[in-house]
């Protein structure tokens, strides 16, 4: 195994150590648990920010915590959810009284976890919502589109939930922004090769090398069609096809385009990935108010990209407009 | 090969053009050119930084240029310099009257092409003057220090260079500045695996399975020390002792602690190296005033990581902290 660790039984310890060692400005770990929060949480007079999930995705979430983002933070063993247990102490760490939203994706472990979590906190009096993240239209079909898995479209939703939370809105008006700008979310990635799981030294899946894979999960989830590698022209055109079709994106509408890497993938490949969606959606008459690169939201070091468009109005661009500052994703 | 590219000839020039198209309110192609520049450049009454070097460790150099970082980049092809034409149109593209100074890494290529405009563009009337970056140990010994590689302290000199030539700092101060900033730059990394060049599929190097190379070059140059993986905690201790013996840094000196992943290598893996650097610089009594972790610097999707120590002063210090605002680097 290539890989830089330790004990392979403390490898999310260790990373939420460094990563609050090197944030110490920002972060602080709650103690004895596996979750984070913003240094100066609970803030005052606002609705505190939730999320979390597995490990294996960094930067997601653990890096979207701070000022115009989440304010707590619960991750996760590699690929797994955060108990019950760690997503309390992370409410109990954002909640200054005007409730909590949570915000994270839709996976069957999490949903159960933070439920459970939820029911706690409200039995002790804390006021909790939660908005799911179901973008990956690969996942289910469109009339079943609340079963869909939530991926990268993730850490602009919760750039939109900091951002409006900062503004002393209300946790039921805060949720019906989060969940309209999760509706508004279509992705859809591609694989070139598995991810190697660090506890085992094993991958998690097998692609046969001169082949790709539509759709497969950021856990190895198989996904719905396997081909022979596409130009990234080829590629681009036929994930932004899926996805226009899905909402669908209209002429006229305005989007946020959003390349993200996996975890082995070259910028120089975004960036030409991100060269065909401007022409494409140009072509579509789509209008791209912003376009986001990066590894957002990784399996490991899985190769391979996904593209998110997110629909906006003058709200949902209003909260993304502003100013944020976490150590995953920072706006000026 | 695993990669989404579409001709192999057409790589950087489509590199670029998603790239401007991106970030299209920050950045501008120089027609005809693989050069960039800032979309306001020339900036009056301010020295120009124009840096360049190969394609394929992206973000650096392209995705440094923006306010408070470069005015103007020349990339080359894929690990090979720009040529000295390029370079010449991103020196015309930043002068504004008040001089440029070229900030690079020292490769022989890029030294022959970036020295040629110097001297062309001086003959042209341009002042022009020169600060190599040559921050890696493990390729010269110390006595020929200037025979040494540049890598990863260069995303944070072309910072300090930026921020510095923003304050309305003439042509000399700022070299001697920027020429500091180097000398007390110090890096060194560990390869684990290969990259394979996406024009040709070949891997640059090999590596057996189970070992990993102390000062593996960012074009797989050869390195000082073949050793079988060793953990995250005893290879960040090796790397850290050479730096340290090399500067060499003492107790009661202020560092910036950088950890670059070189492409495949994940967050996690960068988090608990981290750790260890807090832990280990903490007992050698060298205090860490900020901690930066990223893909600065990479070698395509190589695996591995590099530890750069930059050893800071009161100057040094006030430019580092000064906002920034590139694709690459980001300061509020």
Redesign the interface.
């Known amino acids: 195994?290539?890989?830089?660790?330790?004990d392979p039984d403390n490898?999310v310890d260790?990373?939420?150590?460094?990563?609050v060692?090197?944030?110490k400005d920002k972060v602080k770990r709650i103690k004895g648990t596996t979750a984070v929060a913003r240094i100066d949480a609970p803030i005052k007079d606002k609705v505190g920010i939730v999320i979390g999930g597995g490990?294996?995705h960094?930067?997601l979430f653990i890096?979207y915590v701070g000022k115009g983002m989440a304010d707590a933070e619960a991750h996760g063993q590699i690929f797994t959810s955060p108990s019950s247990a760690v997503i309390l102490e992370a409410i109990k760490a954002a909640d200054a009284g005007k409730g909590v939203l949570l915000v994270y994706c839709n996976y069957a472990g999490d949903v159960l976890n933070f439920n459970a979590a939820q029911e706690i906190a409200r039995d002790e009096g804390i006021e909790v919502d939660t908005s799911l993240i179901y973008d990956d239209i690969s996942s289910a079909p469109l009339d079943n589109k609340e079963d869909r898995r939530g991926t990268t479209a993730t850490p602009i939703i919760i750039k939109i939930a900091g951002a409006a939370s900062s503004t002393g809105m209300g946790l039921n008006e805060l949720k019906g922004l989060v969940d309209t700008a999760s509706i508004n979310s279509r992705s859809l990635g591609?694989s070139?090769?598995a991810c190697t799981l660090?506890e085992t030294g094993l991958a998690t899946f097998t692609l046969e090398?001169g082949k790709?894979e539509f759709g497969m999960g950021l856990h190895g989830e198989a996904g719905i069609k396997k081909v022979d590698?596409m130009?990234?022209?080829k590629?681009t055109e036929t994930i932004l096809d899926l996805i226009i079709a899905d909402l669908p994106f209209s002429e006229g509408d305005e989007v946020i385009a959003l390349v993200n890497g996996y975890?082995?993938?070259?910028?120089?490949?975004?960036?030409?990935?991100?060269?065909?969606i401007?022409q494409y959606l140009g072509q579509k008459g789509i209008d791209i108010y912003s376009?986001e690169?990066g590894?957002f939201c990784?399996s490991?070091?899985m190769?391979?990209?996904s593209i998110t468009l997110i629909k906006l109005d003058d709200k949902i661009k209003e909260y993304y407009d502003m100013?944020a500052?976490s150590?995953g994703y920072?706006k000026?």
Chains 1, 2 share one sequence.
């Open positions: 195994m290539r890989k830089l660790i330790n490898i260790e990373l939420i150590d460094g990563f060692l090197a944030n490990a294996g960094e930067p890096e591609v070139l090769s660090p090398d790709m590698i130009t990234a022209d590629t975890g082995s993938t070259t910028r120089m490949e975004m960036f030409i990935v991100a060269r065909k401007h376009t690169i590894e990784t490991l070091e190769a391979g990209m100013a500052d150590s920072i000026l």
